[in-house]
């Protein structure tokens, strides 16, 4: 089954994504910043990784760069969804590696949409 780790330090988003995922038969881990993201990664190596930019500790920006810069992880497809919706943040995210940069609010389709896109290589 497709792993997807959704890291968000807004609990309420996480639950939402978790929805919009197992409606499609998607199993889901959760991590509210980068580091407990990278706990989760090295433990349960998902198929994804959707991450928002801010959060404490270490940021999606962080989190992006560590997994595309560690051998065992970086082919695993980063997706970044952010309430950062500038064109320079866009630019930013995909430079430290992400494969897909999706704003908030975003409509549930356009985000299934990228998932599959990602999760299908």
Known sequence: M????????????????????EGIDIAVVEAANGVEAKTQ???HTPDLVITDLIMPEMNGY????????EPATKTIPV?????????????WGMKQ???????????????????KRLIRG
């Open 62 to 69: 962080e989190l992006c760069r560590w997994i595309k810069n």
């Open 41 to 43: 990664i090295l433990s």
């Open 2 to 21: 497709t792993k997807v780790l959704i890291v968000d330090d807004s609990q309420t988003l996480r639950q939402m994504i978790t929805e919009l995922l």
């Open 79 to 91: 997706m970044i969804c952010s309430t950062k919706s500038e064109e320079f943040d866009r630019y």
């Open 97 to 115: 590696g992400a494969d897909a940069y999706i704003t908030k609010p975003f409509h549930p389709t356009e985000l299934l949409k990228t998932v």
